[in-house]
């Protein structure tokens, strides 16, 4: 079992980027958080409660029987993140408390500004996690991977440089996203096609129904060829 911490900029970020790899990660037994950094609000049809109800039922929906996915918020305001000692601080001690081994942020290149310093809060956290001489709760720790999935505001092709297999997981996937009812079913309703879309694509590139796509600037070791699609 492994402690998992997945970082979104909103709620919904890291159902659209990576939902289907929470709920396979989950279904492993893993120990998955989803840290919002931001309520999300304001948004045209949304509010703070109502998101966070969306949010919670979200997190149900990708979570299997016996290990239920955990969400908390982080605080930081919505459109107005920003990078600082503070926020790399709150984010290290939700890195300590989880003791997270993996972490999951967005890519690092975007169209949002709340995607581009959450990412480079979540970099540089990483490593304020692992110091000593630092007043932070919890005991210190690397996370020995960092992975970046694509909830991007780019209209352009993703680069992974490794997929997951999600095709069990797509069906969960996408009622989790429409689980953010006043996001992607009252408004946006396309947004949804695209990322089932999307996910078959990426599926194609392993020659199975749906993948999700991440990136890593550390290479990943493998043990052997067992663990390949091939």
Same mark, same amino acid.
């Given at each position: 079992?492994?402690?998992?911490?997945?970082?979104?900029?909103?709620?919904?970020?890291?159902?659209?980027?990576?939902? /289907?790899?929470?709920?396979?990660?989950?279904?492993?037994?893993?120990?998955?958080?989803?840290?919002?950094?931001?309520?999300?609000?304001?948004?045209?049809?949304? +509010?703070?409660?109502?998101?966070?109800?969306?949010?919670?039922?979200?997190?149900?929906?990708?979570?299997?029987?016996?290990?239920?996915?955990?969400?908390?918020?982080?605080?930081?305001?919505?459109?107005?993140?920003?990078?600082?000692?503070?926020?790399?601080?709150?984010?290290?001690?939700?890195?300590?408390?989880?003791?997270?081994?993996?972490?999951?942020?967005?890519?690092?290149? +975007?169209?949002?500004?709340?995607?581009?310093?959450?990412?480079?809060?979540?970099?540089?956290?990483?490593? +304020?996690?692992?110091?000593?001489?630092?007043?932070?709760?919890?005991?210190?720790?690397?996370?020995?991977?960092?992975?970046?999935?694509?909830?991007?505001?780019?209209?352009?092709?993703?680069?992974?440089?490794?997929?997951?297999?999600?095709?069990?997981?797509?069906?969960?996937?996408?009622?989790?996203?429409?689980?953010?009812?006043?996001?992607?079913?009252?408004?946006?309703?396309?947004?949804?096609?695209?990322?089932?879309? /999307?996910?078959?694509?990426?599926?194609?590139?392993?020659?199975?129904?749906?993948?999700? /796509?991440?990136?890593?600037?550390?290479?990943?070791?493998?043990?052997?060829?067992? /663990?390949?699609?091939?």
């Amino acid at each position: 079992m492994v402690n998992v911490l997945v970082v979104g900029p909103h709620p919904d970020d890291q159902e659209a980027g990576m939902g /289907g790899t929470v709920a396979r990660l989950a279904a492993e037994g893993h120990n998955i958080l989803l840290l919002d950094v931001t309520n999300g609000e304001p948004t045209p049809l949304g +509010d703070p409660e109502t998101r966070a109800k969306e949010a919670a039922r979200a997190a149900e929906i990708l979570s299997p029987p016996g290990n239920p996915i955990r969400r908390r918020m982080l605080g930081l305001p919505n459109r107005f993140v920003e990078h600082s000692i503070e926020a790399r601080h709150a984010m290290a001690g939700v890195i300590r408390e989880h003791q997270a081994q993996v972490i999951f942020t967005p890519f690092f290149e +975007d169209a949002h500004p709340d995607h581009l310093a959450v990412t480079r809060i979540v970099e540089d956290a990483r490593f +304020d996690a692992k110091l000593r001489k630092i007043d932070l709760l919890g005991d210190p720790i690397y996370p020995r991977w960092l992975f970046y999935y694509y909830a991007t505001h780019l209209r352009w092709v993703a680069n992974p440089n490794f997929l997951i297999d999600i095709t069990d997981y797509l069906d969960r996937k996408l009622e989790a996203i429409r689980a953010y009812d006043t996001q992607f079913v009252q408004a946006n309703a396309h947004v949804v096609e695209w990322i089932e879309a /999307g996910s078959k694509y990426m599926g194609s590139r392993l020659g199975v129904p749906a993948a999700e /796509g991440f990136y890593t600037k550390e290479p990943i070791g493998l043990a052997g060829l067992t /663990g390949l699609v091939i």
